[in-house]
């Protein structure tokens, strides 16, 4: 059902089973998946695409211009998955770049008030807390969690199942894994709950304690920790992301020595 006061443009290509709630504006380069629901008060524009499936809640804006002055009106994108929950006044920036898109992957929930940046790349299955706020060119991995009240700094990486605690401010690459927290962002173990709801249990969640250990309590290198890492503890599929997220990483992963109060 389209409600009588939406605006949608010629141009735009509306699937099936779509709702479109009062007020709402669809831009005339907008696509719109199946079975896709609108609520009231929402704009939709650019070059944005919306998959399958997607509940998008009132005030929420996607698809407008980054916030980058090098943006001169080029073609650019916001691509968006299926069954993916849009909370109230999200915004979504498409990219800055010239057939650039910003992604946000099947599965995701972003919540109320949250922003995302320009050419940011969010994985599946990612939570975005309240009022959090991701600079351009954020990289999140599957399954990640990013509390309320997040700052994060422009280029940074957030690694697979990793959980930022609320009011964090981060600056570095999150390791895969891992629960940080603070305004100067430090690790305070394994998100070992998100790793078992996940299926990681057993040997292989005792060989990422083994790694974890190594890598942010032994007080090594990280190059002589990654080396340690790889004679000392078997590479399954997990510590194997680990080592390849660390040594891709250009900011530097957030690490610290052993304190009290870490979780093991």
């Known amino acids: 059902m389209i409600h009588k006061t939406a605006v949608i443009e010629e141009g735009a290509v509306i699937g099936d089973d779509v709702s479109i709630g009062p007020f709402s504006v669809i831009g005339k380069d907008v696509q719109i998946g199946d079975g896709t629901v609108i609520s009231s008060n929402v704009r939709i524009e650019g070059w ?5 499936e997607c509940r998008i809640e009132a005030g ?7 916030q980058d002055f090098k943006y001169k009106g080029q073609k650019s994108f916001v691509i968006i998955g299926d069954n993916v929950k849009i909370r109230e006044y999200v915004t979504i920036h498409r990219s800055s770049k010239e057939g650039g898109a910003t992604t946000v992957g099947s599965g995701s929930m972003i919540m109320a008030y949250s922003h995302i940046a320009h050419d940011c790349q969010i994985g599946n299955d990612v939570v975005i807390t309240n009022y959090a706020g991701l600079s351009g060119h954020v990289q999140v991995e599957d399954k990640a969690i990013i509390s309320g009240f997040v700052g994060i700094h422009q280029f940074c990486r957030i690694g697979k199942l990793a959980l930022v605690r609320g009011f964090s401010g ?5 390791a895969p894994f891992t629960i940080v927290w603070g305004i100067t962002t430090v690790p305070y173990g394994l998100n070992v709950v998100g790793l078992r709801r996940s299926g ?30 790889n004679e000392e503890v078997e590479q399954t599929e997990e510590v194997k992301h680990f080592i390849d997220f660390v040594r891709s990483s250009k900011r530097g992963v957030c690490k610290r020595e052993k304190t009290e109060g870490d979780i093991f």
């Open 48 to 52: 944005t695409k919306i998959g399958k």
């Open 60 to 66: 929420a804006i996607i698809g407008g211009p980054p």
């Open 170 to 174: 981060l600056s570095k690459d999150i």
């Open 200 to 229: 990681i249990k057993g040997e292989s969640l005792e060989e990422l304690k083994k790694m974890y250990k190594i890598f942010f309590q032994s007080g090594l290198s990280t190059e002589d920790a990654l080396v340690k890492i």
